[in-house]
């Protein structure tokens, strides 16, 4: 096993980058947790985007739009499993994209603050 170097003055052993990113904070666990709730919103963002357009499309082609409710929560002509698709997507996304900004923006510290220097 490899020992790690201590600061002989306070006795503390030294972090690498790695071990500061894997560190679980409060910080790190609101950060990834609003980056999965944008995630889900742009999701939803999308879906009514895509809705919009299928609604204009039939009513330019003169077809009635009928419109099912999903789980109670919005009603839409496209199907529910698209909804679910894209919200899971988007939080999954949220997840990932949380994650790789907090390494670059707290650990490699290349945000645009650095850049203006």
């Known amino acids: 096993m490899s020992k790690k170097k201590t600061n002989k003055k306070t006795n503390k052993k030294n972090n690498t980058s790695g ?3 894997n560190k679980l904070s409060a910080k790190k666990v609101v950060y990834v947790i609003l980056t999965i709730i944008l995630g889900k919103l742009l999701g939803f963002l999308v879906f009514e985007a895509i809705s919009i357009n299928f609604v ?5 082609d003169g077809l009635p739009v009928q419109y099912d409710q999903i789980f109670g929560l ?13 919200i ?3 939080a999954v996304g949220g997840f990932f994209l949380g994650l790789s900004w907090w390494r670059m923006v ?9 850049r203006m220097k």
């Open 74 to 86: 919005v009603y839409s002509p496209l199907p529910a499993y698209l909804f679910w698709t894209l």
């Open 88 to 90: 899971v997507t988007g």
């Open 106 to 114: 707290y650990v490699e510290h290349k945000h645009w603050r650095n």
């Open 19 to 21: 071990e500061v990113a």
């Open 56 to 60: 204009s499309m039939l009513e330019k």
